[in-house]
């Protein structure tokens, strides 16, 4: 059972415009949200995360929103840049539990 | 750079045999993380150690185990490899206990079982 989904294996954008990478979670009890970005031969590296108390947080060109009613946490670039083409991960957890991961979108910014 | 490393990059091996992977973490970092990443699927949580100790297991098969060693340098052990079990391996450290903590990935091991 998928805990957190990302329903788009892939996504393409142009650059200067918006991406919008999606996520959806089933565990009512995840209070903790993240945002990771992997390159190829490289391991995830951190992005951007949120709380569940909070409904934004906003880091540069990146924003997470999360709407908890609807389980449900997006991720924006503004403005995409082709250096953003990466696989992006959600994830999520709940006070001391091992992160639940996505199985990733592949975002592809093109010039 | 992450400061995680992992050896080796990539491994070939055949189905039945046993095979090592390491990982240092940062400095400064207690906690690792093992993870494993099957073609088309999220990062898997296998296990973490704090400060030498078990600290959570995940959905770590009976046939792999790990250990973290006093300079806090980790390995996990694959036994009896299954073709299955040819995947990404990514080790992760953080500074404190907690998963709240960021974890910092290391580049993978690519791990084929032919």
């Known amino acids: 059972d998928q805990q957190v989904k990302q329903n788009s294996p892939s996504l393409s954008v142009q650059e200067g415009r918006i991406s919008i990478l999606n996520c959806d979670y089933t565990?009512?009890?995840?209070?903790?949200f993240l945002w990771y970005k992997k390159y190829p031969a490289e391991g995830p590296t951190f992005l951007i995360s949120?709380?569940?108390?909070?409904d934004k947080n906003e880091d540069g060109r990146f924003t997470v929103f999360l709407n908890k009613s609807a389980k449900h946490l997006s991720l924006h670039i503004v403005p995409s840049q082709p250096g953003d083409s990466a696989v992006y991960f959600c994830?999520?957890?709940?006070?001391?539990?091992?992160?639940?991961f996505g199985k990733g979108t592949r975002l592809s910014v093109i010039a | 750079d992450s400061g995680v490393t992992q050896t080796p990059k990539h491994l070939i091996t055949a189905t039945g045999q046993r095979v090592t992977l390491r990982c240092s973490p940062r400095?400064?970092?207690?906690?690792v993380y093992w993870y494993q990443q099957s073609l088309d699927q999220g990062l898997q949580f296998l296990i973490q150690y704090y400060n030498g100790e078990e600290r959570a297991k995940g959905n770590i098969l009976e046939r792999f185990s790990a250990q973290q060693f006093p300079d806090l340098h980790s390995e996990l052990n694959l036994s009896s490899l299954e073709l299955g079990d040819s995947a990404l391996y990514f080790c992760a450290s953080s500074v404190g206990g907690t998963q709240t903590y960021e974890q910092y990935f290391g580049p993978g091991t690519r791990l084929t079982v032919t």
């Open positions: 949120i709380s569940s108390i909070k």
């Open positions: 994830a999520a957890n709940s006070g001391n539990t091992p992160l639940v």
């Open positions: 565990n009512s009890m995840f209070d903790y």
């Open positions: 400095s400064g970092d207690l906690s």
